[in-house]
């Protein structure tokens, strides 16, 4: 078909019935073309002659409904002889597309319209794979709720359309899932050897599910190290000794081989040489305030549309950004919560106690006692404080502050402005993180203390 061809198939699609009514529609949305332009695409099959235009139109019938897969704009380009779409161009000009051929293993989707606020990172990520000596792990790492799932599963999807890798193989050990307003326990796998049989199983390896765990994991060797296989493992904190798990896994590529590993933990992994860990942080404001949109306008909740800039930024100074936290809001709205109310909810924590207890529980249990105690300091002052101003408030030693900072590090709990002078050094933490310790944290510690 040619490009005239499938131009008036997409705006027929759209409900535009005349080229004068699309081309009216263009006008309107500040594309600087007359009727008759439009007129020479479809009739002459005349294209515009820059990308950009062609995009600008490509998304214009997005919106209406004329487009809906990456395959239909491939084919504008295959008319055009035109290159194919770059991943810069998926990620930038139309990442709100789904594409209708069905990659095999691929996860469900999170449950999000578009992803808000990512494009750098997935764009890292994908340019890291794309270089031979990169590392051969890379773990998202961030607090419960920060959104590293649906960012690891629009790396796959990117990855695996631009056939980066030949297949792709995926498993979840996540234990708890954050369902509207409650967190909700959920079945997982609970050791490393039913994630590497559900690895066999989803490879079609009949004959290795029958192995013994050892020759199960040397079978997957054997195909990892030859193959060029994308490994996702999704929730790594739930396991207890997650660099054992990392390394277990990076022994299964080796060093010299084309698979790569993708994993997701609110445990960070800074310390593991093979490993490029990769921080997800909160969203920024004009991120905060489209995601908030999106979810208004798609759950049919209007009337947080009309919220004012000073509610909006009192919205992403009480969330942090925090996509989990945006997204109760608007589910509190629907229930009769104004965002006013539902964010003195936020920072009071009671009212919403089981989302700061699917964040932050499980990891402060598993904090060391001097880390516990340098958690509690962190909420004397709402703002980043030197070394000097931490390790005074939380009254440790500069050995006992060494060991504890790293252990919140690695916990996604502290943040850090790095400097080469320990006295200009900055430490900090997340606007949830703050709420948390200045109300249950602080009395529960209290209560340890007696």
């Not at 999170?110 to 990512?118: A, S």
């Not at 009192?314 to 539902?342: C, H, N, S």
């Amino acid at each position: 078909m040619t490009f005239g061809d499938l131009l008036r198939e997409a705006r027929i699609r759209a409900g535009f019935k005349s080229y004068t009514q699309f081309a009216k529609y263009l006008k309107d949305n500040g594309l600087p073309y007359s009727d008759e332009a439009v007129g020479h695409w479809e009739r002459n099959h005349r294209a515009p002659q820059s990308r950009d235009v062609l995009w600008d139109v490509c998304r214009l019938l997005i919106d209406a409904g004329g487009i809906v897969t990456f395959s239909q704009i491939e084919a504008f380009l295959t008319a055009l002889n035109w290159d194919s779409l770059s991943i810069e161009e998926r990620l930038g000009q139309f990442a709100m597309l789904e594409d209708d051929q069905a990659i095999p293993n691929m996860p469900d989707k999170p449950p999000y319209m578009r992803l808000v606020g990512r494009t750098a990172i997935i764009q890292q990520v994908l340019s890291h794979w794309a270089t031979t000596q990169s590392q051969p792990i890379i773990c998202l790492s961030g607090l419960g709720g920060i959104g590293k799932t649906a960012v690891s599963y629009e790396i796959i999807r990117h990855a695996m359309l631009a056939r980066q890798f030949d297949a792709l193989v995926w498993e979840s050990v996540k234990s708890e899932q954050f369902i509207g307003t409650e967190a909700t326990p959920q079945d997982a796998l609970s050791d490393l050897d039913s994630v590497f049989i559900s690895y066999a199983r989803q490879l079609n390896q009949t004959a290795l599910l029958e192995q013994s765990p050892t020759a199960l994991k040397k079978g997957l060797a054997d195909l990892f190290r030859k193959g060029n296989i994308l490994i996702i493992l999704d929730n790594l904190e739930t396991f207890d000794k997650v660099k054992v798990v990392a390394q277990a896994l990076s022994d299964l590529i080796g060093a010299e081989g084309r698979s790569r590993i993708l994993i997701t933990s609110r445990k960070r992994l800074v310390d593991m040489p093979q490993v490029l860990d990769i921080p997800i942080a909160g969203l920024s404001y004009d991120e905060t305030r489209q995601l908030l949109f999106d979810e208004a306008k798609t759950r049919n909740a209007p009337t947080l549309l009309q919220a004012d800039s000073t509610l909006l930024t009192r919205a992403y100074k009480v969330t942090g950004g925090m996509p989990l936290a945006i997204k109760l809001i608007v589910t509190q709205f629907l229930l009769g919560i104004p965002l006013d109310r539902e964010l003195e909810r936020l920072m009071g924590v009671s009212d919403e106690h089981d989302l700061y207890r699917f964040i932050y529980f499980a990891i402060w249990r598993k904090l060391s006692t001097p880390a516990q105690k340098l958690l509690i300091g962190t909420g004397a002052i709402p703002s980043a404080m030197t070394r000097n101003m931490l390790m005074g408030v939380s009254e440790l030693s500069p050995a006992d502050f060494d060991t504890a900072v790293a252990d919140l590090v690695r916990s996604s709990l502290l943040d850090i402005q790095p400097h080469p002078q320990a006295d200009r050094q900055r430490y900090g933490i997340h606007a949830m993180t703050y709420w948390f310790v200045n109300v249950p944290l602080y009395e529960q510690w209290l209560k340890q203390q007696e």
